[in-house]
């Protein structure tokens, strides 16, 4: 089983880490680790390569940062755990298919240890309450780049935002989307208290080692057969 070092990098500007994954994939060899990045970003929004800046209704004074992942917009900023799967698809025998279902599936069962029950949406990418008062509402994004058979970007939860950004655009393309954060869904430890932001590294953590499993679990026995885009 190959592991996956997963690297706390705490508060980190955007554009800055987004340079550090490019020049981290291009310079992969052989023996590059497969690496997740626990990432907190300060306010930023980002544009995907087919995305439409049409999407950005009313930018203010946060940035737009565009970049090679797939996808439309989105807003990164405090109180969201970001996790970055820099990983060698061939190397561990995985399509991009089983790559998406592991990210999803990890933020579907970290966010059930919080007692928030989620879903996925045919031809929607990221992950969405499945009931309460906030039904639909989406509380995860995803968004990947494969490049020489590794990716790079990764997938957004929020923890507890400032969710006033997301009005400000149309997220991920959807129009009118309702976007929540664990603290809206009344996520709770299994104690019963009600997470905040202090439970950024708890949470992070949580969903780096549900990542890690979902990833073994999904390895293919034909490496070569993996990921070439």
């Known amino acids: 089983m190959i592991p996956i070092d997963i690297v706390e990098r705490g508060l980190q500007d955007y554009a800055t880490c987004f340079d550090e994954m490019q020049t981290f994939t291009a310079q992969r060899g052989p023996d590059t680790p497969d690496t997740i990045w626990l990432v907190e970003h300060p306010?930023?929004?980002t544009l995907g390569l087919a995305g439409d800046p049409a999407h950005l209704l009313a930018p203010g004074n946060i940035p737009l940062v565009k970049v090679d992942r797939g996808g439309q917009i989105t807003y990164h900023g405090?109180?969201?755990?970001?996790?970055?799967l820099l990983l060698d698809l061939r190397r561990r025998g995985l399509f991009v298919k089983a790559l998406?279902?592991?990210?999803?599936?990890?933020v579907i069962e970290t966010?059930?240890?919080?007692?928030?029950?989620?879903e996925r949406k045919a031809g929607a990418p990221g992950i969405y309450l499945s009931g309460g008062p906030h039904a639909g509402a989406k509380?995860?994004?995803l968004g990947l780049k494969i490049r020489n058979g590794s990716s790079y970007h990764g997938v957004s939860l929020n923890l507890a935002m400032d969710l006033s950004p997301f009005t400000q655009i149309n997220p991920c393309g959807y129009?009118?989307?309702?976007?929540?954060?664990?603290?809206?869904?009344g996520a709770r430890e299994a104690s019963g208290r009600p997470v905040d932001a202090n439970d950024w590294q708890t949470v992070s953590r949580g969903l780096a080692d549900a990542l890690v499993a979902q990833l073994?679990?999904?390895a293919q026995a034909h490496p070569a057969e993996a990921a070439t885009a």
């Open 175 to 185: 129009a009118g989307l309702e976007t929540v954060d664990m603290v809206t869904a």
């Open 78 to 84: 405090p109180g969201q755990v970001v996790a970055y």
């Open 139 to 141: 509380i995860a994004a």
């Open 111 to 118: 966010l059930a240890t919080y007692n928030v029950a989620s």
């Open 43 to 45: 306010p930023v929004f």
């Open 100 to 106: 998406v279902d592991a990210i999803e599936a990890a």
């Open 216 to 218: 073994q679990q999904r």
